[in-house]
Structure formats: C-alpha cells, structure tokens
C-alpha cells in the first residue's frame, strides 16, 4: 500500500478473535491477550498478499501528565495456522472494543466506521465516532491507504481517546474509514491495524504523530515485547520487559541505519538441521508482526527446499512439498552469541491442493527478487522473544520454552 500499513495477508485471511485483558499486575499494568481461533484455514494468497505489502512503499500533545510511568500488556491471537493474531482495542468513550491487527511493519491506525456504506459494514464490528463523548473531527482532514493489488482505503480523521491494554491514548489520532475497495471486504471478522511503527510517519493530512509517538511517553520505558505462540495465546507487553518470558540473555541487535524508519536488523548467518554447516550471509531483514510468512532470499528458500524430498517451486502459492514429509528447522545467527532456531513443526503453512494431492505450502517463501529486505514475519517470531526498543535503537531476541 502506499504507507507501511499494507494490507498483508493477516489482515486479509484472520477471523474474529476477541481479545481480553488480564488483571492488573501488582505494579498496576495489565496485559493484553488474543485467543486462538480453531476454525480459519489460510489460504495460499497469503504470499502474494505480503509480497505486495512490501514491494509498494509511497510512502498535537494530547498527553495526560497524570498517566507518566504505567505499562500496557496485550494479548493476541492466532488463528490454527497462525496466519495472525488479533488484539482487541478500544476506541472512543465509552470504549468500542474492536479486534485489530498489531502490526510492526504499519505506522497508522485505522479502522472500519459507520462513515462507510451500511452494507459495506455487515457482520463487522465498527468505530462510531458520534458514540464517544471523546470523539472530534479534524476540519479538513484526510487519509488514504493504496495496497499494491490495487486495493485502497481512505477517510476522515478524528481525535478521541485509544485503551490498548488498561492504557489510554488521549487526543489520538483515529483514522476512520469512509470507503473501502470491495476486495479488501472479505474479512468480516477484523476491524481496522494497529500500526508499532519505529520512525514511520502517519499517512494523515494534516500529518499528526503516530499512535505510538503518544503511547511511549507515558511508559516506564519506550519498549513493547512480542511473545508469539504456536497456535496458542500470544502477547505484547508495553513499557517493561517481563524477565518470566525467556531465556537467558537478551541479545539486542541494532536496526540498520540506512532503514532507519523500520525495525531492520542485519542477520549474517545461517543454517538447516539437513545442512550440518553454518553459511555465512548478509542480510537486511525488516521484523514484522503483520507479515504471516518468513521471506528469504532466493538462494536461502531454494537451498532449504532442496533438501525436501518432493518440493516444487509453484506459480499459485510459491514454495510447497509432499504434506508427509518432515521439514527440517531453520536456524538465523545475527552474531555468534544471537541464533534461533525455527522448529521444523513451525514450517508448514497449509494444505495446497491446487499445487495437487496431499501438497503442503511452506511457511519460508521468497522476497522479491527486486526487493532488498528479507522480512522476519511470525514463522520467525514464534521461535523467540522479542522487544522493540526505542531508545536503543535496537530489536532485542531471546529463548523461549517453544512447543515442539
């Protein structure tokens, strides 16, 4: 899409799952959990979906000092497959919850609202900016989203109040949709993205701060961490760094400076359990949240498949072998201290009959040939523990207890 909020695969494929927030902690921060969804098959679409979320790039302080120093934890949900995990937000006064889309590759928030076509709104939760006591439009204001199938959202602008996990976002800037291209209608079950953008900037007119410009400066600490679970309940934690959560060390990778607006990171090794070596590589690779799928350079995929008995490159879903046959992990170093596996289990996408009887689709695809990132989407991030950090400038990854 034109912004970083491209409409990827998660938000096309993931139906409703509502989300909940625990109970406070002790310090008086909650957390903010989705559930899984048993009932959603992915469909191969999803690769052509993230491809073009990442090969098209066009690219006032409302804070209430009383809220300096609290955290928010969120919870998100996977679908069977873990094509996404759904968080529930709240928008407006009182709050209209709504599952969205947690994404780190996205800079805005937008949201499905009764702007729109009635029939346009069917069987979906909504923003209704005339319901919140908190809600004011902003005179003259626009937004627009263009997706790189062709596919496109715009609409007003309005400033009212966000809950993310027991935090609330005064005076935030809500992008409420007014029209929405009929392919991008097929998913009833989800509402609007939430963009963790590192330094993108919104797509508004006038331009006002992204969501998480507001979020930070009322944590403890400008930091959010993602736990991705394998078909479980998953987390985002904001303003601290929960020690229950990993392993060991955090090792913190520094993002990239010639992509300063994403959360990039160099990896420079890797490896497969059919491999017995490690390969040494450099590469860029944007972490994101809102990409289902892991993508890899060419020579990488081609390499790992060809060590697959019965493994194809197909024009309809990319990547896809014999469903019986057993994927080897994958294993990326960013330093020799910074490895983390990829279970073999975590490799499988979804059944692909097209590709014929008893195929599989695999969850490691490949970039774009003309494209200079590789993207760490959720196959990556369910093998480890991440924390986005602000002042370091850095994407932190550590061990996890996993499910294998």
């Known amino acids: 899409m034109i912004p970083s909020t491209i409409w990827t695969a998660v938000l096309l494929l993931s139906p409703l799952v509502h989300g909940a927030v625990l109970p406070k902690r002790d310090v008086g921060n909650p957390t903010i959990q989705a559930k899984l969804n048993h009932a959603y098959k992915p469909s191969p679409h999803a690769l052509a979906r993230a491809l073009r979320k990442w090969q098209v790039r066009l690219g006032t302080d409302a804070h209430d000092p009383t809220m300096k120093g609290v955290i928010a934890n969120a919870t998100a949900t996977p679908t069977i497959y873990d094509v996404e995990w759904v968080t529930s937000v709240g ?28 029939k346009k709104l069917a069987n979906r939760t909504y923003y209704s900016p005339e319901q919140s006591t908190t809600g004011t439009e902003v005179a003259n204001s626009s937004w627009t989203i263009q997706y790189g199938d062709g596919s496109y959202a715009s609409g007003k602008i309005y400033t009212d109040t966000i809950s993310l996990g027991g935090v609330d976002i005064k005076g935030a800037a809500v992008e409420a949709a007014t029209t929405v291209s009929s392919s991008m209608l097929h998913d009833t079950k989800i509402s609007g993205v939430f963009g963790l953008p590192y330094k993108l900037t919104s797509q508004t007119y006038p331009q006002f701060p992204t969501v998480m410009q507001d979020l930070n400066p009322l944590l403890d600490q400008k930091v959010f961490t993602v736990d991705l679970r394998y078909q479980a309940n998953s987390e985002y934690q904001f303003g601290y760094i929960d020690p229950t959560k990993y392993i060991g060390e955090i090792q913190y990778i520094p993002l990239v400076a010639e992509a ?88 499988k996408f979804a059944e692909e009959p097209e590709a014929g009887e008893g195929m599989c689709m695999g969850s490691l695809q490949e970039t774009s040939v003309d494209f200079e990132y590789s993207i760490l989407g959720d196959i990556f991030l369910k093998a480890v523990f991440a924390v986005f950090d602000y002042d370091k400038g850095a994407v932190g990854f550590a061990m996890k207890s996993i499910d294998l």
Not at 91 to 118: H, I, K, N, R
Not at 280 to 295: E, M, P
Not at 303 to 321: C, E, F, I, P, Q
Request: with cysteine; charged share 15%; proline share 5%.
């Open 91 to 118: 928008f407006g006064t009182p709050a209209q919850w709504l599952p969205m889309d947690l994404d780190t590759g996205s800079g805005d928030v937008w949201v499905y609202s009764d702007l729109m076509a009635p």
């Open 260 to 347: 300063g607006t994403w959360w990039t990171v160099e990896y420079s090794l890797y490896t497969f359990d059919t491999m017995n070596h490690w390969q040494a590589v450099n590469r860029q690779g944007i972490v994101d949240t809102g990409t289902s799928l892991l993508l890899l350079d060419e020579d990488i995929v081609s390499r790992y498949y060809n060590t697959v008995d019965g493994a194809v490159r197909n024009s309809h879903a990319g990547w896809v072998y014999p469903c019986h046959v057993d994927l080897p992990s994958l294993t990326l170093g960013f330093s020799d201290e910074a490895k983390y596996e990829i279970p073999g289990k975590y490799m």
